[in-house]
């Protein structure tokens, strides 16, 4: 009989995307959630670009290239054939590689740290409450 808890809880690491249309003005949007758990080699990014609250921060904002980044970024958590140079990567490389800081039009946010039963649930979760 397996005694082990199917409910076992895991250490989940998060950061939130941010769109920072004008560096200069430090003004930013949610825009999606990476989120890494080592015990389970997952690392997933949920992306999602409210157009009307970018372009109110900017209406000049390139909406086009922003997509095109976050849906980069989903690639690079995918992994595969799709994700370039990090098709060969462990998902804590994939996911070390993203939120390391940058000064750039996407950004990532600080990490944070949780537990979970279902990383991929509580990446829905966090996309839900911090993006949407």
Known sequence: MNTRNTRERHVFEYAL?????????????????VV??????????LTHLDEKRLLALDPE???TG??????????????????GQAAEDDAGR????LVAPRSTVVQPGPVHTGLTVDPAAEAE?????LVR
């Open 61 to 63: 904002a390139d909406v």
């Open 94 to 97: 994939r996911y070390r590689w």
């Open 66 to 83: 922003v997509r095109a980044v976050l849906h980069a970024v989903e690639r690079h958590c995918r992994g595969g054939d799709d994700a």
């Open 125 to 129: 979760r966090l996309l839900g409450l």
């Open 17 to 33: 995307l941010r769109v920072v249309p004008s560096i200069e003005r430090g003004e930013q949007i949610n825009a999606g959630v």
């Open 36 to 45: 890494y758990c080592r015990a389970k080699s997952f690392v997933t990014a």
